[in-house]
């Protein structure tokens, strides 16, 4: 039950964060995006914002050995760069670049508007179990 | 430069990266949205469903209570039709899947373990947003 509210807690802060940071206006997105034409680079603030914060917060998170409420750190096994992560990454950037949502804000956007946000999150999990079906077959 | 924000944009950062360390502190999890999704849909226990599923509410909630507060208006996107929202959604579905993570997972909590992995799918996908941005503009004269 406490693993329940800490995430629901990470959740509720993140969710702020998203809207507060405005990852949640596509078109902030997307000018970020246009590097070439109404650049505006207020979105690296939020990515620099939160790898100074990750990357200090981590150093003394891992040194405590395990998370106070589970035995370990869950951290991902997979270290090889390879065709998937890439090619996934390729298609994922220009579904960004289209909409302007990425997964985090159109999911904290469902906080306060349902019409875009709701089609993108509706389409986005077709698009997870897409993947799932093409790659297990 | 349009709208440029530094401020809000780094203190809404810094609370990304606290949520996201205290996941980590706690959970011993990391805070990518896309694998935090993706997992509720795996064949796993109810207890690994549950703070998944509750992370996301808190994600849904965090974004209605700062709006009660703090109203939060779009301009929207006129050329935006639902047939791009659907095809845009797909894509980030699918692309996240297939790369494992997306703008959390491997922006934020990858990049600040320095995982290679990581570096290279952001890399990957500012890259693909930039390109995508440029080339639909030749379409829309945005």
């Known amino acids: 039950m406490a693993k329940i509210l800490t995430a629901l807690l990470a959740g509720i802060i993140f969710g702020v964060g998203l809207v507060l940071s405005q990852m949640v206006d596509p078109n902030k997105v997307i000018n970020f995006l246009d590097v070439t034409g109404h650049w505006d680079p207020s979105l690296m603030f939020v990515l620099g914002g939160g790898v100074i914060t990750v990357t200090i917060a981590y150093r003394f998170i891992f040194a405590q050995g395990k998370p106070l409420l589970d035995d370990d750190f869950h951290l991902p096994t997979m270290l090889k760069v390879d065709k998937k992560l890439l090619i996934g990454s390729v298609l994922f950037g220009s579904g960004w670049g289209l909409i302007g949502y990425c997964p985090g804000p159109v999911i904290a956007s469902l906080g306060f508007r349902l019409d875009d946000p709701l089609i993108v999150v509706v389409s986005m999990l077709a698009g997870i179990l897409l993947y799932r079906a093409v790659s297990t077959s | ?142």
């Open chain 2, 1 to 142: 430069m349009e709208n440029f924000t530094p401020y809000s944009a780094l203190a809404g950062g810094v609370l990304i990266g606290i949520s996201a360390s205290l996941l980590m502190y706690l959970n011993g999890r990391v805070a990518g949205i896309s694998g935090i999704v993706g997992g509720i849909f795996n064949r796993s226990t109810w207890a690994e469903k549950a703070w998944r599923i509750a992370f996301i509410i808190g994600l849904v909630l965090g974004g209605f209570i700062y709006a009660h507060y703090y109203p939060v208006s779009i301009v929207p996107r006129e050329f935006i039709t639902t047939t791009w929202l659907v095809l845009g959604g797909l894509l980030v579905g699918f692309g996240t899947a297939m790369g494992s993570g997306c703008t959390s997972g491997h922006g934020i909590c990858g990049v600040s373990r320095f995982s290679l992995r990581s570096l290279s799918a952001v890399a990957s996908f500012l890259l693909s947003g930039i390109v995508t941005v440029y080339i639909v503009k030749q379409f829309v004269g945005a």
